[in-house]
């Protein structure tokens, strides 16, 4: 039991508060943490609700309002829950990408990347570039077993767009520069701390032009859901005050 001036805080009001399954220390911890904070918020309140002059009308007006809002709120994800259709078609992300072209206007590069990273007295290094640059599949299958026994970090034949501050995280960039993005199917190779990077730019794609629509698929799908879920929570209040002022349940009085 727990106690902040007038205010007492009993045993059976910690139920729920530490969630099941959380034994030991840890229960301990978070119910020890709920009284600190209660007591905390007790000891404020008490403070506050004698040195200050409190309009409880207004307070009482704006709790009601809140609650309602909440019940209100709670209803509308009910609704949505029950009634939202889930499923877009790659016709409507087609459809969305292509009428509203200025949403997706690219805010910084994005590339299409294969890199090796390697010790700079790695062996054979010619034949790995040769076979890196290479279309035929025995020599990728040649590169793919070099990389698993003498790179520690590698990716090939990526397909994949990819934005370039994701990028520098892994592999030099700033070292090949912005200007020489365009430069695309040739080896780059640059040592940085003490690594050999070997990296191919497959293609680019610069700020302010347009973003291919794989990379911003999955944020259309979210737009279109997110538009039909305004629309269908929209509808029903429409359609519940409508029937309301039908059958007269609400009115304004002069």
């Not at 007790?42 to 200050?52: E, K, P, S």
């Not at 078609?89 to 990273?117: A, N, W």
């Not at 020599?139 to 994949?160: F, G």
Request: charged share 30%; proline share 3%; glycine share 4%.
């Amino acid at each position: 039991m727990a106690r902040s001036y007038d205010a007492f805080l009993y045993p059976e009001d910690l139920q729920g508060v530490v969630p099941i399954g959380i034994t030991g220390d840890d229960s301990t911890q978070l119910a020890q943490a709920y009284i600190e904070q209660w007591l905390r918020q007790q000891a404020l309140l008490y403070h506050a609700q004698r040195n200050i002059n409190i309009n409880t009308e207004r307070l009482d007006r704006q709790v009601e309002e809140y609650k309602n809002g909440l019940i209100v709120y709670e209803y509308e994800q009910a609704l949505v829950s029950q009634k939202l259709d889930t499923v877009v078609t790659d016709e409507e992300i087609g459809e969305y990408y292509g009428t509203r072209k200025e949403l997706f206007l690219l805010k910084q590069p994005i590339l299409k990347v294969s890199y090796i990273k390697l010790r700079p007295d790695a062996p054979e290094l010619d034949r790995v570039q040769r076979w890196f640059l290479s279309t035929d599949f025995k020599d990728q299958d040649l590169l793919e077993k070099y990389c698993s026994m003498y790179s520690p970090q590698y990716v090939l034949y990526d397909t994949s767009w990819h934005y370039v501050n994701e990028l520098v995280n892994k592999i030099p960039l700033s070292r090949i520069g912005e200007d020489n993005y365009g430069q695309t199917g040739r080896i780059f190779e640059i040592i940085e701390n003490n690594e050999l990077y070997l990296i191919i730019l497959h293609d680019s794609k610069f700020r302010d032009t347009r973003s291919p629509l794989s990379l911003v698929h999955d944020n259309i799908r979210n737009l279109i859901l997110n538009k039909r879920k305004i629309d269908l929570i929209a509808q029903m209040q429409k359609s519940i005050v409508d029937d309301a002022r039908k059958k007269n349940n609400i009115e304004i009085y002069n």
